[in-house]
């Protein structure tokens, strides 16, 4: 419940405050937050080596500066990504306009055309929520759908489910693979992140900037049971503000009747077309797991269980008493107070 009340504050201060104070003060929230995780720095470090020098372990001091200064490029862009979840409703003008001309929307359109559902495959790359309502504000009304996992709070689930319809975007959760299957056949569009490590269960090992490591092989899987294409995609933040993305070209499944490996096979070329993406934008990469664990390291979120207990404890109360200052302090603003009663 608090969250969601939260989640309204937010949503209040994003229409009377200034958007560049809400960034920073996003930013200041996602520094907090990793604060209290130092598992988390390390692996985005860890990660950001792997892609910029192959390799995991420290470099050069040049080398391990340029990391440093991405990981903290990283950490204050989550806090705009979170934003744009929040404020998607009243933003989703501006991603609509950023994106209309983006480049491969011919791929979407030719296969929706051909009456094929699409399995829309992409990262924690850029601002993947807005990804989902640009193509949402591309495609008909009640085409696009994106996998979700729920929130744990039924009222905050509620909120943002309510808050996704009304840009176009439709969910399925995770765990309901029959509706997954159902909405493919149905010819329409499903989004679906591909880049979350795993262990065990239905994963594949893929080679990803050069290392192996397992990921899901649900786009491939569902792709396959549903007969239809995979298309690779993206949307990133500009230095403006503004959003830039591209669709890439269709992924048909391999089907050579070795299921394992053609799941591989398939999850290998959509991590292939993802990849010089990445590269080319590291500290837009948000991926807070070890990508590429060794045998003895788990693959459980990072951070769980690590960074100092009492910051840990304080951490939520930090963050929700820095909103409803920031409300009080925004309510005395003579400017904030006048545009109050024109709204209400």
């Known amino acids: 419940m608090l969250v969601a009340w939260v989640w309204h504050a937010i949503r209040i201060l ?47 001091f040049e080398a391990e500066r340029r990391i440093r200064t991405l990981a903290r490029r ?12 929040i404020t998607l409703p009243s933003i989703a003008g501006k991603v609509h306009a950023d994106t209309k001309d983006t480049a491969g929307w011919h791929h979407l359109d030719r296969a929706l055309r051909a009456g094929r559902g699409i399995v829309f495959a992409t990262a924690h790359l850029g601002s993947w929520d807005a990804a989902g309502a640009a193509v949402a504000s591309h495609c008909a009304p009640g085409t696009v759908f994106a996998v979700a996992e729920p929130f744990t709070d039924p009222r905050l689930e509620a909120l943002v489910t309510g808050e996704r319809a009304q840009y176009g975007l439709g969910v399925v959760p995770m765990t309901d693979v029959r509706r997954m299957v159902r909405t493919l ?39 396959t049971l549903a007969s239809t294409v995979i298309v690779p995609g993206f949307l990133l933040r500009r230095p403006d503000g503004g959003f830039e993305g591209e669709i890439l070209p269709p992924i048909e499944p391999i089907r050579t009747g070795n299921r394992q490996a053609d799941l591989a096979a398939t999850m290998q070329l959509v991590v292939q077309s993802l990849e010089p993406a990445i590269r080319r934008n590291p500290h837009q990469w948000y991926m807070f797991r070890d990508m590429w664990p060794s045998p003895t390291q788990s693959l459980l979120p990072s951070g769980i269980g ?39």
């Open 74 to 85: 990283q950490m204050a862009g989550y806090g705009q990504v979170m934003l744009d979840l």
């Open 185 to 223: 056949r149905d010819g329409k569009v499903l989004g679906v992140l591909i880049d979350r490590p795993v262990t065990s269960g239905d994963g594949v090992t893929v080679s990803l900037f050069g290392r192996d490591t397992i990921l899901p092989a649900g786009a491939a899987a569902l792709a």
């Open 14 to 60: 994003s229409r009377i405050v200034p958007h560049r104070w809400l960034r920073r003060f996003a930013a200041g929230l996602a520094w907090m937050g990793f604060l209290a995780m130092p598992s988390q720095r390390a692996n985005i470090r860890r990660n950001l080596r792997v892609v910029l020098t192959g390799s995991s372990e420290p470099g050069t």
């Open 306 to 344: 690590t960074g100092p207990r009492l910051l840990r404890k304080v951490l939520p109360a930090v963050q929700y008493g820095s909103v409803i200052a920031a409300a009080w302090y925004a309510s005395r603003l003579p400017i904030v107070r006048t545009a109050w009663r024109v709204l209400t």
